[in-house]
């Protein structure tokens, strides 16, 4: 059967800044899914969309479009209401951990589909399969069950959500065009609204170690998605958050789930602390939930409870003693006086050569690896003494991740002016 359009056109108006209607996006999203319009059309697309952008109503439907490419999940069956987050990737952030068990003690579901890590940020699978047993592939069966007994789910996005986004992300990543903030927002938002969620927060993160280096064009991806998820009826509202330094004092899967424990049992670093409280209170508003403190929660033991079931409900036992590193390096403070600076990309990268992230797809990750911090900016440090512990099962890989870290960190007399974490907020 003929084709209604034909890929070299709608190339053709885009790279002219022209606006693609209706009927030309739905064509190229399901043409493009079903192999008729080739990878190097799609690419050429893609550029086009990145150089010269789209409207506000081109990004809704291209977004609709991948949606409509695969399954959509419905948790209306539910006796509580639904509320998700996602973050755009970080280093050291672990904050989906503390935060999906936190959620539901206060009355809300989490349904939390999640990935695995590529590049210098960790994915929250890789972290939760650090528990010894613990599984991440269940059915949509077993999800809904579990959201229903449990109250939060934390596992593997199945590949019927959103399957053109699947394989234009693949394609993205090989042709420069990932950074397309149209192409972003749809991407995230497509699985996320094909998820089923009732409400979404979005973590956007800002600085060196994010994917957005520059607040405005963080700024400028919060809203494209804040916008997409009102329209299509799921009540979204985005924070952008502070990543030039990780979050807490731990990246590496063993070791961010340690300090995950550690913040459910009330104690745990500050700023993961906050962020996670911060992020709680969005959610539970955003479900329309008023009537639980989070901060109480976390000190009362009832997100540890939760925590503890939502791992037993997927195979893992969360007394299990966590891996730890056959193998240390300790890298010590250069000088005496205030750390005014630890850089979160030089810390992912480290940390993602010693074994905790992966280069590609089919890598596998150790679950020990990756790198302890004994101070953050703005404390002070004395010469000699600890500053990074870094952990790998494989010794050789010390000396891959060291260079990461030159120029990584910066010991001066005074602090720095410290920046807030949340540093705005976007709502529609
Ligand atoms: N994460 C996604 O899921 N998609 C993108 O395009 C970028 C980050």
């Not at 790279?15 to 009927?23: K, T």
């Not at 004092?249 to 550690?262: H, I, K, P, Q, R």
Request: with cysteine.
């Amino acid at each position: 059967m003929a084709e209604p359009h034909d890929a070299v056109s709608v190339i053709a108006t885009k790279r002219d800044h022209g606006e693609l209607d209706d009927a030309s996006i739905d064509w190229v999203v399901d043409a493009y899914t079903r192999g008729v319009v080739a990878d190097e059309q799609m690419s050429a697309l893609a550029m086009a969309i990145l150089l010269n952008g789209m409207t506000r109503r081109e990004v809704a439907r291209w977004t609709a479009a991948m949606i409509a490419s695969g399954e959509r999940m419905d948790f209306s069956s539910l006796s509580r209401p639904t509320a998700d987050k996602h973050s755009t990737g970080g280093v050291g952030d672990k904050i989906t951990l503390p935060l999906a068990p936190l959620v539901a003690a206060c009355g809300v579901a989490v349904p939390q589909l999640s990935g695995r890590g590529l590049g210098h940020t960790g994915g929250t699978l890789d972290k939760l399969e650090a528990v010894p047993g613990w599984r991440a592939e269940l059915s949509n069966a077993e999800m809904l069950a579990q959201l229903e007994d449990v109250g939060a789910v934390v596992c593997a996005a199945g590949t019927g959500l959103a399957p053109a986004d699947r394989k234009l992300y693949a394609l993205r990543d090989v042709t420069g065009t990932v950074e397309a903030v149209p192409l972003i927002a749809s991407s995230i938002m497509s699985k996320k609204i094909a998820e089923g969620t009732g409400a979404l927060v979005l973590d956007v993160k800002v600085g060196t170690g994010a994917f957005m280096k520059d607040r405005a064009t963080a700024r400028e991806l919060a809203e494209t998605m804040v916008a997409l998820g009102t329209d299509a009826g799921v009540r979204t509202v985005a924070l952008l958050t502070d990543m030039s330094t990780p979050l807490g004092l731990t990246a590496g899967n063993a070791l961010e789930v340690a300090e995950s424990v550690e913040v459910l049992a009330g104690g745990g670093p500050g700023d993961v602390v906050e962020l996670t409280v911060a992020l709680a209170r969005e959610m539970l508003a955003a479900a329309g939930v008023d009537d639980a403190d989070p901060a109480d929660r976390l000190r009362d033991g009832s997100a540890m409870d939760v925590w503890r079931r939502m791992l037993a409900a997927q195979g893992g036992d969360p007394d299990a003693p966590l891996p730890t590193a056959r193998e240390t390096h300790v890298v010590t403070a250069p000088a005496t006086g205030v750390l005014t600076r630890l850089d979160a990309m030089a810390v992912g990268i480290a940390a993602w050569r010693l074994g905790a992230g992966r280069a590609r797809k089919e890598d596998r990750v150790q679950a020990a690896a990756g790198v302890r911090l004994h101070a953050k900016p703005g404390d002070r440090v004395t010469e000699g003494a600890p500053l990074l512990t870094l952990h790998t099962d494989e010794p050789e890989r010390f000396e891959r991740a060291l260079p990461a870290l030159d120029g990584g960190f910066d010991v001066g007399d005074e602090p720095a002016g410290s920046t807030p974490l949340v540093l705005d907020r976007v709502a529609d």
